[in-house]
């Protein structure tokens, strides 16, 4: 099975700065790759698909690069309504899927 | 407007069962493929199932198999979660989400539900 490990598992920051996220797989998921944003007591909210992809209505600020194994979720000025805990998910195939732990974006 | 609603949660016993439901409305149900996930308490993001829009091909994350079973009724625009044998670390917020498909994008949950809450305890 393949392994999603995102890093850091918190990430301390201020409004304006630019953060970047990591994530990493076990094995070669070439960009089947998709992030996601989840703020307390919701639902997760679709941000970027094919690694880079971005979701529509997602503002440009999030950006995603990567392949094989090592992806990035760039925040280039990170916003009020930014912080939240950020899921990168594998979908190498329809048949299993895997998400990482999970990076928490919390106010420096 | 795509809504997806989830219901069927509760409070069951260890070793109990449960079907959870999740309504679909503002598209035909019929054309996508469909998943459950789920979230444990102050836990991450877990896949549970897939289905194919015929039902024809389905998928279980390997903790779950021959425990839960997904299905559908297109007719009725619903997605379907049975749960049986049912532990502690069941316990979950269980979503369900439409699955988008291009041949260049793959397969990846874009709408998701509000999630219903199963607590496993005795």
């Known amino acids: 099975d393949i392994q999603m490990t995102q890093s850091p598992s918190t990430l301390s920051a201020s409004v304006g700065d630019r953060v970047t996220l990591t994530c990493r797989a076990s094995q070669s998921i070439s960009s089947w790759l998709a992030w996601y944003q989840q703020k307390s007591g919701k639902a997760p909210k679709l941000l970027i698909y094919k690694a880079s992809s971005l979701e529509s209505g997602v503002p440009s600020r999030f950006s995603g690069s990567g392949s094989g194994t090592d992806f990035t979720l760039t925040i280039s000025s990170l916003q009020p309504d930014d912080f939240a805990t950020y899921y990168c998910q594998q979908y190498n195939t329809y048949s299993t899927w895997t998400f990482g732990q999970g990076t928490k974006v919390e106010i420096k | 407007e795509v809504q997806l609603v989830e219901s069927g949660g509760a409070l069951v016993q260890p070793g109990g069962s449960l079907r959870l439901s999740c309504a679909a409305s503002?598209?035909?149900?019929?054309?996508?493929?469909m998943s459950w996930v789920r979230q444990a308490p102050g836990k991450g993001l877990e896949w549970v199932a897939n289905i194919k829009q015929d039902g024809s091909e389905k998928y279980y994350e390997d903790s779950v198999k021959g425990r839960f079973s997904i299905s559908r009724d297109n007719a009725k625009n619903s997605l379907y979660l049975q749960m049986n044998s049912l532990r502690a670390e069941d316990t979950a917020v269980y979503y369900c989400a439409r699955v988008y498909y291009d041949f260049w994008s793959g397969y990846y949950p874009q709408h998701w539900g509000q999630g219903t809450l199963v607590t496993v305890s005795s």
């Open positions: 503002g598209f035909t149900l019929s054309s996508y493929w």
